[in-house]
């Protein structure tokens, strides 16, 4: 899964205004916001999915479409306040640091990767609170569907033979012993699983919850 972030905005003008989704401040504090959707008692604004789309191309070349970017938020927001209630630990900082170490060396040089942020309009502390949050979410998913989902030997024969080696075949490329890629084979299989299983679980959630997204003119 590769699911959420938040969204921001609007000058929380009143003092008893909605909490925002996430927590990040907007990019600048002169962009006036708005609301695009709430989530139970909590808003997601404009702003998150604008900072979203622009973390999305940095990691991967690419930001999907506004209404992908806001189904991430609102399913991050199930996750992250599933983990919170339970109390699942944050990521260490030696890990986030890790991550955003491999991240700074997909550009080739500091200089380069303070260019990249800059043309996407986003801070150093930006990215590493979105890095952090999606090490999160992700690890928690992992945590609770992980142990429900058995691999047995007939899957990883499966798709030894229906799969991978169809792929490699149609790339030219040599097919390796069965024994030799069966970890491999099977974590892959179990994080198909786990996905399928955070699907069945978000959808069902979201059916539960009050969510209203916000239409340009401010109206649900």
């Known amino acids: 899964m590769r699911r959420a ?3 921001f905005v609007l ?7 909605p909490q925002a989704i996430g927590g990040s401040p907007p990019q600048s504090a002169r962009v006036v916001d708005r609301i695009v959707a709430r989530v ?48 699942f630990p944050q990521p260490a900082q030696s890990e986030v640091d890790r991550e955003l ?24 502390d930006q990215v590493r609170q979105l890095l952090s949050r999606q090490i999160y979410v992700e690890r928690y998913v992992d ?11 007939a899957e990883i024969d499966a798709y030894y033979k229906k799969e991978l080696l169809p792929e490699l075949a149609k790339n030219n490329q040599p097919a390796p012993e069965r024994a030799a890629v069966e970890q491999q084979v099977r974590e ?10 955070t ?6 959630t979201k059916s539960r919850l009050k969510i209203e997204i916000q239409t340009a003119g401010g109206k649900p």
Do not use: M
């Not at 973390?55 to 599933?82: N, R, Y």
């Not at 945590?143 to 030997?153: D, M, T």
């Not at 699907?199 to 069902?204: F, G, M, Q, T, Y």
């Open 199 to 204: 699907v069945k679980w978000l959808d069902d």
């Open 40 to 87: 139970e008692d909590d808003i997601i604004l404009e702003s998150q999915v604008r900072e979203l789309g622009a973390f999305q191309q940095l990691i991967e070349g690419h930001a999907e479409s506004d209404d992908k970017l806001l189904e991430e938020l609102i399913e991050q927001w199930v996750v992250g306040t599933e983990a919170t209630a339970s109390h």
């Open 11 to 17: 000058l929380l003008a009143a003092a008893r205004a």
């Open 188 to 197: 892959l299989l179990i994080q198909r699983g786990i996905s399928e299983l």
């Open 101 to 124: 170490t491999r991240l700074r060396e997909q550009l080739a040089s500091p200089e380069k990767y303070a260019s990249r942020l800059n043309e996407l309009g986003l801070s150093a």
């Open 5 to 7: 972030i938040f969204i």
């Open 143 to 153: 945590y609770k569907f992980r142990p429900s989902v058995q691999v047995e030997p």
